[in-house]
Structures are given as structure tokens and as C-alpha cells.
């Protein structure tokens, strides 16, 4: 298989933009008839609200598709209601891959050694049982990674997923407020944050693909535009996984600067504003709860417009 870089600058290109989708479901916030018909057929049991994902996920899987070149569902939405929800990631994972999107698994798992390995092939996939068939794990195509336990703890997922084109992003500096409580810290006469920049460029420079970017990116925040142009010039050949977008404060000019000049080099995520648009305004007019995959098509649309306007007038 391919360079996993190569693989979302090509997913990009065919799409024409950068937009990641976040699949982030909450039952609370699904509309009123996917919950109603999973607990009429499964009561208020953790398979109805596995079910409800699935058919939500699903939706709008087949109305952005077309449009968004990545999704990235967050396991912890999953994980809540144990073996039904894992089931339900699983199953948005393998419809993902299916309708043509590269997906990136956001579970931030970060260990030592053998624990390492263990989650690399959960995630990105590894060998199945000796005499079996298939592989193991969700199978995605990134995965999210903490780097806290330092750069050892990071190189198994690049020795699992590299043989198979997959990629991994490291936390660099992230979108939430208290990032700085320790990414933003001074050692050495510069911000934690830039020393991270500095793993990622070391591991990235051995699995750097044809289109000149390497399969381990980084978490960059857009709420932190400042601080992502100087890490854009720290890590030129890093693809940047772009949260804060829209729910978070993050607009498209201040996601636009973790993009290189060539206008490649990062896809930006939003999740509650593409997936819940048909609570928001002008969607829940125009569309409702009837309507929320065609709602989520549209701002999907609208986001992808408005990043390539912010990337075109830099």
C-alpha cells in the first residue's frame, strides 16, 4: 500500500479541499426518529443507542463522501457504552473506508513497549491469527498519539502502520485552552511544543512519501493560529490535523495557517458544526431533523469554501 501522505494529498486533490469530518455522536443529539426507531426495536439498551450511531453515521457518510476527503470519529463517544458502541466504531470505520473517505482513528493512545505495539495493531491493523484470514483491529487509516511518554513510545505505530500505509498524528499543540498548561512551558529556551515538533520531524524524515510530506503529522490547533505558523515552518513536510474549527472559535483564516504555501499539507476537522447542523441556523429551518444528512452535506459544503476562499487570499 501507498504512503499514507500520499494517499490524503491524493484524497484531497480528487475532493478539492481539506475538510475532515468528526464523527462524534451523542444519542441526546440524534434526531428524534433514529432514537425513537432504536428503542422501539431495542428498548433503552446500549444496542439501541449503538444502532441510532450506525444509522446516523451512516447517513451522513453517504452525503458528505463525495465531498469530504477524511472523517475522523472519536472512540470515547464509542467506548461509553462498551462492547455495542466499539461495535458501532468498528462498523462506521469499515462504511468509511467503503465509501472512498481515508479515516483517521482520534483515540490519543500513547504507552510503552509492548502496550505500544499492542494498540498499534488495534487501531491500524496487524497480521490475523496464524492460519486465519483478514486482519486484526478497526483498520484505519491514522491514528492520534500522545507523546507525552517521549519518542520511543512512538515508533512502534510507525513500524505497525508503515507497512501498510498508515499513518499516525502527534499532539503538538492542540486547540483546547489549557494547552499551555504544559505544551506552551519553556525548557531549553523554547515552548514544549516546538521540542515535540522537533520528534516529529526526526520520526517523519524515515517514511516520507513521493509528494514530499511524511505519515507522521501533527495536531495543531486553529485556535492557535500564531503559534501553527511557526510550527508550519518548523515541520514543512508534516501534514497537520487541524481541530477548533467553527464550535471550538476557529475560523478559516486562522486554520488556513497551518497550510503550506502550495495550499496542501493539512485537513481540518469539524464535528458538532457538520454533524448537529440541523440544529443550527440556517439548517434547521431549511432542513430539520428530516433533513440532517442533506444539513450536514451543505455545511460540509459551506466549510469547504470557505477554507479554499481563506487558502486562495493568503
Not at 501507498?2 to 494517499?7: I, K, P
Not at 514544549?192 to 509528494?211: D, F, M, P, Q, T
Request: hydrophobic share 40%; proline share 4%; with cysteine.
Amino acid at each position: 500500500m501507498s504512503n499514507f501522505a500520499d494517499r490524503l494529498v491524493e484524497a484531497v486533490r480528487k475532493k478539492g479541499n481539506p475538510v475532515c469530518v468528526g464523527l462524534d455522536p451523542r444519542f441526546d443529539l440524534l434526531p428524534a426518529q433514529l432514537r425513537d426507531a432504536a428503542e422501539r426495536a431495542h428498548g433503552k439498551t446500549t444496542r439501541a443507542v449503538a444502532e441510532a450511531f450506525l444509522a446516523f453515521n451512516k447517513a451522513l457518510l453517504d452525503a458528505v463522501a463525495d465531498v469530504a476527503p477524511v472523517c475522523k470519529p472519536q472512540i470515547a463517544f464509542y467506548e461509553e457504552f462498551g462492547s455495542e458502541g466499539i461495535r458501532a466504531y468498528e462498523e462506521t470505520v469499515r462504511y468509511a473506508k467503503a465509501r472512498g473517505m481515508l479515516v483517521i482513528s482520534d483515540a490519543k493512545r500513547g504507552d510503552i513497549g509492548t502496550t505500544a505495539v499492542a494498540y498499534a495493531r488495534a487501531h491500524l491493523g496487524g497480521m490475523g491469527i496464524e492460519g486465519g484470514d483478514g486482519t486484526i483491529g478497526f483498520d484505519a487509516d491514522a491514528l492520534t498519539v500522545n507523546p507525552y511518554m517521549g519518542a520511543d513510545t512512538l515508533q512502534p505505530y510507525l513500524d505497525v502502520g508503515a507497512k501498510a500505509g498508515k499513518g499516525i498524528f502527534v499532539l503538538v499543540k492542540t486547540s483546547n485552552p489549557g494547552s499551555g498548561d504544559l505544551q506552551d512551558l519553556q525548557a531549553n529556551g523554547k515552548p514544549i511544543y516546538e521540542h515535540v515538533a522537533e520528534i516529529v520531524n526526526k520520526l517523519g524524515a524515515k517514511c516520507r512519501g513521493s509528494c514530499g510530506l511524511h505519515s507522521v503529522g501533527a495536531v495543531v490547533g486553529a485556535t492557535y493560529p500564531e503559534q501553527a505558523r511557526r510550527l508550519r515552518e518548523a515541520m514543512p513536510e508534516a501534514i497537520f490535523l487541524v481541530p477548533g474549527y467553527g464550535a471550538q472559535g476557529g475560523t478559516a483564516q486562522d486554520a488556513a495557517a497551518a497550510f503550506r504555501p502550495d495550499g496542501l499539507g493539512a485537513v481540518v476537522n469539524a464535528s458538532r458544526g457538520i454533524i448537529f447542523a440541523f440544529r443550527q441556523e440556517p439548517y434547521a429551518a431549511s432542513h430539520g431533523e428530516a433533513k440532517f444528512a442533506e444539513a450536514a452535506r451543505e455545511a460540509t459544503k459551506a466549510m469547504a469554501s470557505g477554507l479554499n476562499q481563506a487558502l486562495a487570499s493568503r
